[in-house]
Nanobody, 128 residues
Framework: QVQLVESGGGLVQVGGSLRLSCAAS????????MGWFRQAPGNERECVAA????????YYLDSAKGRSTISRDNTKNTVTLQMNSLKPEDTAVYYC?????????????????????WGQGTQVTVSS
């Protein structure tokens, strides 16, 4: 069992930046692929960024490419999502997610159904 706690959300103006953090606790000795998802009212939950357990490979939603960076520190059990040049359409609740993987299955996942553990979410609001 892993517990995920997000932080760093808030209200930001268009063009601003936010850094979301996710702290994992519990059974952190296992290997986990991680992802950041978001869900706006009336929309499906979508993967904004994902990273494999070793941190060597990343994925970004097309609309987030060039503006976002996902990274992880396995020594601290944290994953961060840096978002720049924020737009009103980035407004959503952002969720951190984790799924346990094996050493040889070092890949990222973008489907919400692949993830076992979820944080409670943090609101990001981009105002114009």
């Amino acid at each position: 069992q892993v517990q995920l706690v997000e932080s760093g959300g808030g209200l930001v103006q268009v063009g601003g930046s936010l850094r979301l953090s996710c702290a994992a606790s519990g059974r952190t000795s296992s290997l986990y692929a991680m992802g950041w998802f978001r869900q706006a009212p009336g929309n499906e939950r979508e993967c904004v960024a994902a990273i494999n357990w070793s941190g060597s490979t990343t994925y970004y939603l097309d609309s987030a490419k060039g503006r976002s960076t996902i990274s992880r520190d396995n020594t601290k059990n944290t994953v961060t999502l840096q978002m720049n040049s924020l737009k009103p359409e980035d407004t959503a609740v952002y969720y951190c997610a984790a799924t346990r993987v094996s050493f040889l299955r070092d890949r990222y996942y973008t489907d919400k159904g692949d993830y076992e553990y979820w944080g409670q979410g943090t609101q990001v609001t981009v105002s114009s």
